[in-house]
């Protein structure tokens, strides 16, 4: 199934990847990073109107579509291990860039549900249209994290969880509660965070049964030393592609 919805946007996504702070104070950082991939030498024609330019910032790459010569789009993207495989059931195009993005929607291992930002969509529309599972690789950005040091009345110390949050309408931003497995620091010029490996669902069979590498920019961590076994909460954006 694929519908076509007219909301989505990429802003809140770059406070996630430079900080908040860091962009009140210079709200050209994400512009002149644009322009600058933009104005590079190397762009991946997708077809006659699209090509695509990116820039790789070690675990993560920021990828911009050229709608002809244009800017069409622009977002981070992480390099993540973390895969699963993934059933695709609805679509949901963003009408208002030409359908050159969307959300997908479907059961992650025949169980959980997901909705994330495909930010491959332009490359592998074709694929995902097919509606069969597909091996996904997904990461997040996360907007705030947390120590968790309250739970919900009657849960165990090993709760795990993500919901779709109520702050937003994209299906895409979830608030969860989660479990550091591993993480490391993460800095590239004026970006310096943590990629946090995280447990979101807690199964006795399977250890990695969902866990995310979540990106967290130090400005945006309320954490100041994270470390194996906390329990984080917060709030992130979830995208994937497809594991080719």
């Not at 920021?62 to 059931?89: A, C, H, Q, T, Y």
């Not at 490996?197 to 400005?219: C, H, P, S, W, Y």
Request: contains cysteine; hydrophobic residues 35%; glycine residues 8%.
């Amino acid at each position: 199934k694929i519908n076509k919805i007219k909301h989505g946007s990429h802003g809140d996504h770059w406070g996630a990847l430079f900080g908040f702070e860091n962009l009140n104070q210079d709200p050209n950082i994400v512009l002149n990073r644009i322009i600058s991939i933009k104005e590079g030498k190397y762009a991946d024609q997708i077809d006659r109107r699209y090509s695509i330019a990116k820039e790789s910032l070690k675990d993560i790459d920021i990828k911009v579509i050229l709608d002809f010569e244009k800017i069409g789009s622009s977002f981070p993207v992480m390099k993540s291990n973390s895969r699963i495989p993934f059933e695709v059931k609805v679509i949901n195009e963003w009408s208002h860039v030409g359908n050159i993005e969307a959300q997908i929607d479907g059961p992650g291992r025949k169980t959980f549900g997901l909705s994330f930002f495909a930010t491959d969509y332009l490359e592998n529309r074709k694929i995902y249209q097919q509606g069969k599972e597909l091996a996904i690789n997904l990461g997040g950005f996360a907007y705030v994290i947390q120590e968790s040091t309250k739970l919900p009345d009657n849960f165990s110390e090993d709760f795990v969880s993500y919901m779709p949050t109520q702050q937003t309408n994209d299906g895409s931003v979830y608030d969860f509660i989660g479990k550091i497995i591993d993480f490391r620091e993460y800095v590239f010029e004026n970006i310096d965070g943590f990629i946090i490996t995280t447990k979101l669902i807690d199964d006795d069979e399977m250890e990695d049964f969902f866990i995310l590498d979540i990106f967290v920019n130090r400005q945006n961590l309320k954490i100041e030393n994270p470390r194996k076994g906390m329990k984080i909460s917060g709030c992130f954006w979830l995208q994937g592609n497809i594991a080719l």
